[in-house]
């Protein structure tokens, strides 16, 4: 009988969940329900406009929908109660355990196993002893350091800790991460992956790309998608405006994103690349929040050369990166960034180009690599490396890219969580 994995994501759509095909490949591998973010009625997000968050919830996350790929069932619940509320109070936390049961009954198939796949630490509250689940959770980041505020960081340690108590497994997608958190030996190192079949080159034989629908072909109404009324999402499916920009590009998936992309590291690289380059990056200009950043974002912005697209909807970033004659990651070189593992790097390696990074993380988590990704530690080094690979590039190292994407594809990360799972679900925790 094939397992049921039920995915839990904190967003409001799994359209807007960047690492969907992490998951998505476990539809190949037994029964997948996804259960996005819930509407919450006791909470202060439903409570300050309920009128315009029933509207939303009716006119797309109402009913039982399906992944437009992956023929995945996807459910948006209504529960009663915030999260702290769940966590806080039993009585709240039961109600709203009933709830979601009486709902995923909607889509569960017969079975006897369930494997409960967490993305967040707000999810702690669906954690209750029950011999036919077993629960996972994804670390993606450090979630401690990503708002930047020292106060906090602490408290979500502590929270962290207490979480990965309760579960059954964890894995973290770099080894810095894995070593942090794994005191009760149930954190293991499973490294982020690419959907090679998304993400597909010029040079291989054959049209090998599966299509994606975009967003506005999904829904007519993406208000949803938004984080606030200025969100400045774009979500292009149209990239004429990239055939009109000078080659060589170095260009970027996202742009600068708040805290944790390095704004005075930036505003050098741009002054020093010669001009007969084009820097181009999907994506916006976030500012940072942290007081201690707001200079070189004044800097950058008084001589920004990038041009910023807006979002480009996940159907044409194929399309896009093939622009590109390096990809580019622009994160900050600190303790948040030494955690993380950015998808970009797997994607332009996946479609062949050359990747240059700063200098972010230890060298342990570069090994995943194999000597194929450039890092920087100073702008003057980062320019060097772009001039060098857009000249040198050539398709033996195409071809060499795309072979170490493909031993990191989602498909292969899937299978792997799964051998994860049935090892310690032999360990008798399920």
């Known amino acids: 009988?094939?397992?049921?994995?039920?995915?839990?994501?904190?967003?409001?759509?799994?359209?807007?969940?960047?690492?969907?095909?992490?998951?998505?490949?476990?539809?190949?591998?037994?029964?997948?329900?996804?259960?996005?973010?819930?509407l919450k009625i006791f909470s202060k997000e439903f409570l300050r406009d309920p009128i315009k968050s029933i509207l939303n919830y009716i006119k797309y996350s109402s009913g039982i929908r399906k992944d437009c790929r992956y023929e995945i069932r996807i459910i948006r619940p209504i529960l009663l109660f915030s999260s702290k509320l769940q966590y806080s109070y039993t009585l709240f936390n039961r109600i709203d355990h009933f709830i979601l049961s009486f709902q995923l009954r909607k889509v569960k198939v017969a079975g006897d196993r369930y494997f409960y796949m967490l993305t967040n630490l707000s999810q702690e509250w669906l954690i209750k002893k029950n011999p036919k689940i077993f629960y996972y959770l994804d670390?993606?980041?450090?979630?401690?350091?990503?708002?930047?505020?020292?106060?906090?960081?602490?408290?979500?340690?502590?929270?962290?800790?207490?979480?990965?108590?309760?579960?059954?497994?964890?894995?973290?997608?770099?080894?810095?991460?894995?070593?942090?958190?794994?005191?009760?030996?149930?954190?293991?190192?499973?490294?982020?992956?690419?959907?090679?079949?998304?993400?597909?080159?010029?040079?291989?034989?054959?049209?090998?790309?599966?299509?994606?629908?975009?967003?506005?072909?999904?829904?007519?109404?993406?208000?949803?998608?938004?984080?606030?009324?200025?969100?400045?999402?774009?979500?292009?499916?149209?990239?004429?405006?990239?055939?009109?920009?000078?080659?060589?590009?170095?260009?970027?998936?996202?742009?600068?994103?708040?805290?944790?992309?390095?704004?005075?590291?930036?505003?050098?690289?741009?002054?020093?690349?010669?001009?007969?380059?084009?820097?181009?990056?999907?994506?916006?200009?976030?500012?940072?929040?942290?007081?201690?950043?707001?200079?070189?974002?004044?800097?950058?912005?008084?001589?920004?050369?990038?041009?910023?697209?807006?979002?480009?909807?996940?159907?044409?970033?194929?399309?896009?990166?093939?622009?590109?004659?390096?990809?580019?990651?622009?994160?900050?070189?600190?303790?948040?960034?030494k955690h993380s593992a950015p998808n970009k790097i797997w994607a332009y390696l996946a479609m062949g180009l050359p990747v240059v990074c700063t200098d972010f993380l230890n060298d342990y988590d570069k090994d995943i690599y194999e000597g194929l990704v450039n890092f920087a530690k100073t702008p003057e080094e980062y320019v060097e490396f772009i001039v060098n690979e857009s000249q040198t590039n050539n398709i033996e190292k195409r071809k060499k890219r795309r072979e170490l994407a493909e031993r990191y594809s989602t498909i292969k990360r899937a299978e792997r969580l799964y051998k994860m799972i049935l090892v310690k679900s032999k360990e008798g925790i399920v």
């Open 1 to 38: 009988m094939k397992p049921t994995f039920v995915l839990f994501i904190a967003f409001r759509s799994w359209l807007r969940y960047g690492r969907r095909p992490h998951f998505s490949e476990l539809a190949g591998i037994g029964n997948l329900i996804v259960v996005e973010e819930p």
């Open 139 to 337: 670390i993606d980041d450090e979630w401690s350091m990503i708002t930047y505020e020292k106060s906090l960081r602490n408290n979500i340690e502590t929270n962290m800790r207490r979480f990965i108590e309760k579960i059954d497994l964890a894995t973290a997608v770099t080894i810095k991460l894995q070593r942090k958190y794994n005191n009760d030996n149930k954190v293991y190192f499973l490294p982020n992956a690419v959907d090679v079949n998304h993400y597909s080159p010029c040079f291989l034989s054959g049209d090998n790309r599966v299509k994606e629908k975009s967003i506005d072909e999904l829904s007519v109404n993406i208000d949803f998608l938004k984080k606030g009324k200025n969100d400045p999402r774009i979500y292009l499916t149209n990239l004429d405006k990239m055939k009109n920009i000078k080659k060589p590009i170095a260009g970027s998936i996202s742009g600068l994103s708040g805290n944790w992309s390095d704004f005075g590291f930036m505003h050098k690289v741009e002054k020093l690349l010669p001009y007969e380059f084009s820097l181009v990056s999907s994506g916006n200009i976030h500012p940072p929040t942290n007081p201690s950043f707001a200079g070189e974002y004044k800097d950058y912005m008084s001589s920004q050369r990038m041009l910023y697209l807006g979002y480009v909807d996940y159907s044409a970033l194929s399309d896009f990166l093939k622009f590109l004659d390096v990809g580019i990651v622009m994160h900050r070189m600190d303790e948040f960034n």
